[in-house]
């Protein structure tokens, strides 16, 4: 029976690795996909390193994770798709991927690429630009020494067009034969402009006889996409050598270093784009437009994967995104952006691809409008618009792709008011007034004293505000906004509108906000200010009252003032917190740990908030920060059971609790406030003629409280760190190499004693020893 089990479950939690590339035999300059899928069991973490090369160069990785239930267990299918970039013609070499998970080290075979010169090119260089040093006028060459010339267009080129440069270093047969190193190339300095350095040999490109003399050409090879119309100024180009004073093997080398001489190129602007609606800056020659959309339904709750794609010949880093109307009841998360360089006719271009996850809300279909998406064409110098498919989504009614979430409880609603930050807001004269007016006042009481009350005089009108300004409206627009996105002050008008939908607001309020916001900019820091400042005024008033829920007129009085900014706190409140559960619930965890995490930045005080934190990092398979998170919960909410529960299961299930993690029964500020209870009802007692018995025990007990919290309040402040995985090597000296004095398990507690660029000292029991950053997570 036990030999059974054994092979039906085994399987399930093993480590399988599998890698695949696209191709073995490709051109210089070409880039090869290396694809590794890796199959892993368990809440371990995954760990994939770099191959080592030989002949290539790392452009790109990407990762994919999906999680999958087979059996009842979960099992995670991480895809890294390596792009690598063939520098040289012969042999490249990709070495062994290694992948481990906690103890367990597997790695892939290595793969060998074979490297062809490109047609018409013995030398690896693109044939177009070897043929231009080959054709190029001879400069006036020295006799002794190397010349240095950049080679650039003479002719004006239009705005967003791909430039050549090509920096050819003429070096005599002679001296170069006395090389003992390649010359070192560096390119000419450049202002305004967006540049890529393209694959070029170290050795000799081509040779030329010049007066009966022969000279050896090095080359350096630049693409410039101007980025402003008018004159672009090209610096002097450097190249550097090194000579030996004799024959000697052991002679010294004398460094000579050779520069260019400055040139300038006209850059000559775009026509009128006045018939061009939409357009937003993006410069191509023959780019392409598409969606790819996964077929099948869409749940309510679940979120697929929607790309668009623009592929073409340009500056494809600069190329915008591309602008989706994403219809109520769907919500867009932007992910990452993907960019593949290639090269086709000497020419730079490539695919840009945004990846967006697509959340449904309600049942129904779905429709997004065609998407338009307008461009300057460079070789037909003309502006084109490109037109994709529309795209249509059907979530059935009753349907969820919510994956429910297993050991983990729901999550906690943040309190409105809190001890811990009303103590944290209290400043030092509070507490001193604290401690110092209890006995004061008895003294007072108890000697007799006479004190006379002063009547207050008779409180004068606040004086009248004026009307309300387009600057105090633009601070509490501001504050409006900050509390229903992250970031709101620095972010663009179109994404502040989809982040403001993805935050819950309707489509079209969210569109007419960003609009107001930046008309609201250009009246206060414009140069022309505003043509209508009333209209604008009335119209920034009605904005905000639909974002915090309708708060009536905006009065001059300063008490109107302070209702409206705290009736548009609460609201700003209630959405923010909102936005972070939806994500939660929605199945987007990776978002909703972003957003609990700032909200810990925010409101480190506020239980709820780490222990959210948690409960989202512990479905994204970290459990070693779950327990952190929970930890600080705990700390700031010993007796709530949601915490305690989810300490003692899910990811504290395999991690032990030492000193070094302990929780008090009651927190240091709650013995504090009962310290301050105790010593104020102490100090009446003895004023109003008590038994000095009863004061004196009070007054005790009080100090005793006041002791618990201070020596709690310093054990919580002592740095201290959880070990993210299994077999941390305990390294003896602040260096990779260094031997390790000790294994330390996952999720095991480490003091912190001092840190020293990317290595913290730790101890352990003890042990001490030096351990990185990212193998820790602090408490």
């Known amino acids: 029976m036990v030999t059974l089990l054994l092979a039906v479950f085994l399987p399930l939690q093993q480590l399988g690795v599998s890698a695949e590339l696209d191709r073995d035999d490709v051109l210089v300059g070409d880039e090869i996909l290396l694809t590794i899928t890796v199959e892993a069991g368990g809440a371990a973490p995954l760990e994939i390193f770099d191959p080592d090369l030989a002949g290539l ?25 390596f792009t690598f970039r063939a520098l040289r013609a012969g042999d490249a070499t990709i070495g062994p991927v290694r992948v481990r998970q906690g103890d367990e080290m597997l790695e ?27 054709e190029s006028p001879t400069p006036e ?62 050795g000799v490109v081509a040779s030329r006889q010049v007066g009966g003399r022969w000279y050896d050409l090095f080359v350096l090879h630049q693409v410039v996409f101007p980025l402003t119309a ?43 784009r006045r018939s061009a609606a939409g357009y937003r800056g993006a410069a191509a020659r023959e780019l392409r437009f598409r969606l790819d959309v996964p077929s099948g339904e869409l749940p309510i709750g679940g979120g697929v994967h929607v790309q668009a794609e623009l592929a073409g010949l340009g500056n494809v880093a600069l190329w915008p995104e591309p602008e989706l109307e994403w219809p109520v009841g769907l919500r867009a998360y932007p992910q990452e952006v993907n960019v593949a360089l290639t090269t086709e006719g000497g020419l730079v271009g490539g695919t840009k691809v945004f990846d967006y996850l697509v959340v449904a809300d309600s049942a129904g279909t779905h429709r997004v409008p065609a998407p338009r998406y307008v461009y300057f064409d460079v070789g037909r110098e003309a502006y ?35 001890l811990e930050a009303f103590a944290d807001r209290l400043p030092w004269w509070g507490w001193m007034l604290v401690v110092l007016a209890p006995p004061l006042a008895a003294l007072a009481v108890r000697g007799g004293a006479a004190w006379s009350r002063r009547r207050r005089g008779v409180r004068r009108a606040p004086a009248v505000v004026p009307g309300v300004t387009l600057r105090q409206l633009e601070y509490e627009f501001r504050g409006v906004l900050e509390g229903l996105v992250p970031l709101a002050r620095v972010r663009a008008s179109g994404d502040l509108a989809d982040a403001l939908r993805a935050a819950g607001v309707e489509a079209p309020l969210a569109a007419h906000a960003a609009r107001v916001r930046d008309r609201l900019r250009q009246a206060l820091y414009g140069p022309e200010g505003s043509t209508d400042p009333e209209e604008l005024t009335l119209e920034v008033q009605e904005v905000l009252r639909a974002l915090v829920g309708g708060t009536g007129k905006l009065r001059p009085s300063l008490i109107g003032a302070v209702m409206v900014l ?50 989202a ?12 998170a929970w930890v600080r919960a705990a700390r700031l909410a010993p007796r709530d059971r949601s915490i305690r529960r989810a300490l003692s299961g899910g990811a504290g299930r395999s991690m032990s609790a030492p000193r070094l993690t302990w929780v008090a029964p009651v927190t240091p500020v709650e013995a504090f406030a009962a310290a301050a209870l105790l010593w104020l009802v102490a100090w009446v007692a003895w004023g109003l003629g008590a ?61 912190i004693e001092r840190e020293q660029g990317a290595w913290v000292l730790v101890s352990e029991g003890t042990e001490r020893g030096w351990l990185l950053r990212a193998e820790v997570v602090r408490l």
């Open 57 to 81: 160069e790392l452009i790109n990785r990407r990762d994919r994770t999906s999680v999958s239930m087979i059996a009842g267990v979960p099992t995670r299918l991480t895809t890294r798709q």
């Open 617 to 628: 990092l512990d479905r994204l398979g970290e459990p070693v920060r779950a327990r952190a």
């Open 384 to 418: 084109v618009t490109l037109t994709a498919a529309p795209i249509e989504f059907v979530t059935p009614s009753g349907s969820s792709g919510v994956a429910p979430v297993q050991s983990v409880p729901p999550l906690l609603t943040a309190p409105r008011r809190s």
């Open 566 to 615: 705290l009736l548009a706190t609460v609201a700003v409140q209630g959405a923010a917190a909102q936005s972070a559960e939806r994500l939660y619930e929605a199945g987007a965890v990776r978002l909703a740990a972003d957003s609990f995490a700032r909200r810990t930045a925010e409101a480190p005080r506020v239980a709820a908030h780490w222990y959210n934190l948690g409960a």
């Open 230 to 272: 008018g004159s672009l100024e090209i610096g002097a180009a450097t190249v550097s050598y090194s000579l030996p004073v004799s024959s000697s093997f052991l002679s010294r080398e004398l460094r000579h270093e050779i520069q260019s001489a400055a040139r300038a190129i006209t850059v000559r602007p775009r026509p009128s």
């Open 108 to 134: 892939t075979t290595s793969f060998r690429v074979t490297v062809t010169a490109r047609a018409g090119s013995t030398t690896g260089l693109d044939p177009r630009i070897e043929r231009l040093v080959r």
């Open 141 to 202: 060459l020295a006799t002794e020494e190397a010349t240095l010339e950049v080679l650039a267009p003479t002719r004006p080129v239009l705005l967003g067009d791909q430039v050549d440069l090509v920096v050819v270093a003429w070096f005599p047969r002679e001296v170069r034969s006395r090389l003992r190193n390649p010359p070192t190339i560096e390119p000419p300095g450049l202002r305004g402009t967006w540049t890529y350095d393209r694959p070029a040999p170290t």
């Open 691 to 751: 038994r000095l018995r009863w004061p004196t025990a009070m007054a005790t007990l009080a100090l005793v409280a006041a002791g618990y919290g201070y020596v709690v309040g310093q054990r919580y402040t002592r740095p201290v760190a959880l070990v993210m995985s299994s077999r941390t090597a305990l390294r003896v000296a602040p260096y990779g190499p260094a031997a390790a004095a000790l294994e330390l398990e996952e999720g095991a507690p480490v003091r």
